[in-house]
């Protein structure tokens, strides 16, 4: 075997970030994870020169081993929303106020190849801060979340990411003793809200990270 899985996805990922970026969306593409996180450290940070950063539920994220990193950062407020030490409703209140953060980090649970983002939350803190509020939103997202449309993207979300994020979460559904979902009534269902971002406004507001390995859920 030779090159043609690389030469499969280097042409997927031009293409989607082509897509992305001609929606308004600033997307760079990064080999691996390492590669990843220094785009995020060594260029969007000090062009963005953020005073606060947070984040919202990814995988992704604490895979590039960003949290890690970010988490101990005295040179910026940090609003460190997956700290559990403080309670919950302290902790539900530190979600609300990091969406006024000048930069929120968090992963998407897919893009289409027209170059749409596609998310599904429980609470709406990650979708929330997609949508309005952060002045500079980072998507960190593996090449296994790009699919062909936004019915292939609700499809894999509600067949996969979500039975298996509620897996990862230990919620008491029950998709996580069949692995799919049975839309149901739980008071910890995590699929309550959905949002499809089709264009990033303003202009490169939104900066999508495409990364040429299976990352997340």
């Known amino acids: 075997m030779g090159n043609e899985i690389k030469d499969y996805w280097d042409m997927r990922l031009l293409r989607v970030q082509e897509n992305l970026r001609a929606n308004n969306f600033d997307c760079r593409l990064a080999e691996n994870p390492g590669r990843a996180k220094s785009l995020v450290l060594e260029e969007i940070i000090p062009e963005a020169r953020p005073a606060s950063i947070s984040w919202g539920g990814s995988a992704t994220f604490k895979e590039t081993g960003l949290y890690d990193t970010l988490k101990?950062?005295?040179?910026?407020?940090?609003?460190?929303?997956?700290?559990?030490?403080r309670g919950p409703e302290a902790n539900l209140e530190l979600r609300r106020q990091a969406l006024l953060a000048d930069m929120f980090i968090t992963g998407t649970n897919a893009v289409t190849e027209q170059g749409y983002l596609v998310n599904l939350d429980m609470i709406g803190n990650r979708v929330g801060a997609l949508v309005f509020g952060p002045r500079k939103v980072i998507i960190l997202c593996g090449r296994n979340k790009i699919v062909g449309d936004t019915d292939q993207a609700m499809e894999r979300i509600k067949s996969y990411s979500a039975p298996a994020n509620?897996?990862?979460l230990q919620k008491k559904t029950p998709c996580i003793k069949?692995?799919?979902c049975h839309d149901c009534e739980s008071p910890?269902?995590?699929c309550n809200v959905w949002s499809i971002t089709e264009k990033s406004f303003p202009k490169n507001r939104i900066c999508v990270i495409l990364?040429?390995?299976d990352m997340g859920l």
């Open 178 to 180: 069949t692995a799919c």
């Open 166 to 168: 509620a897996l990862r």
């Open 72 to 85: 101990d950062r005295t040179d910026m407020q940090v609003m460190d929303t997956f700290d559990k030490s």
């Open 188 to 190: 910890e269902r995590i």
């Open 211 to 213: 990364i040429n390995e």
